[in-house]
Structures are given as C-alpha cells and as structure tokens.
C-alpha cells in the first residue's frame, strides 16, 4: 500500500531555514510526480511546490519562489523541501501526495 512519512518539521525563528522530508513507499515512486501542500490554522490546503519523477521540471506557488526547493532522491525513494528565509506565514502542517495519497503531515512553525 501507499506510504507517504514527512519529516524534519519544528520550530524555527523567522528567517531561519528547515528541511522536510517524505519517504514513500508501495508505488513506482522514480515515475511519480510529487507535490508538497501546506494547509495553516483556518485556511484551505494550498500548493508549495510540485516535481516530475525525473527532476527535470520543477514548479512553485508564487510565494515560495526563491525561498523553497523541492528535490527528490528516487534512489531513497524520498522527496525533500528546503526551506529558507522562512516567515510567520510559512507556519503550517506540510503535507507530502503523491495522486490521492497523502502522508500525515509535519507541522512547521514559525515564530520568535
């Protein structure tokens, strides 16, 4: 069956920088598209950012560009999102999906 884990969230100053991870497992993960969606305190799910299976086409919400990059290892089966010049705004759960699969999601917060 499909298994998506998060990681790497926590607390992090503003400005500071994190890295999150997804281990997946029971798909062709090295042929999948992945996204990574966040959904904050009262707002709807959003897009973060979204990879092909081979790394050659990466895309971003509008707001993430140039902070945020998505990377993938197919051969560790793992999707990656760096974090950097984080804000208070970035506080939200992250989720990892993969078609209709989600992971259970790791809460980022940002805050002084």
């Known amino acids: 069956q499909v298994q998506l884990v998060e990681s790497g969230g926590g607390l992090v100053q503003p400005g500071g920088s994190l890295r999150l991870s997804c281990a997946a497992s029971?798909?062709?993960?090295?042929?999948?598209?992945m996204t990574w969606y966040r959904q904050a305190p009262g707002k709807e799910r959003e897009l973060v950012a979204l990879?092909?299976?081979?790394?050659?086409?990466?895309s971003y919400a509008d707001s993430m560009k140039g902070r945020f990059t998505i990377s993938r290892d197919n051969a560790k089966n793992t999707l990656y999102l760096q974090m950097n010049s984080l804000k208070p705004d970035d506080t939200a759960v992250y989720y990892c999906?993969?078609?209709?699969?989600w992971g259970q999601g790791t809460q980022v917060t940002v805050s002084s």
């Open positions: 029971g798909f062709s993960f090295r042929y999948s598209t």
């Open positions: 999906n993969v078609g209709n699969y």
């Open positions: 990879i092909n299976g081979d790394s050659s086409s990466a």
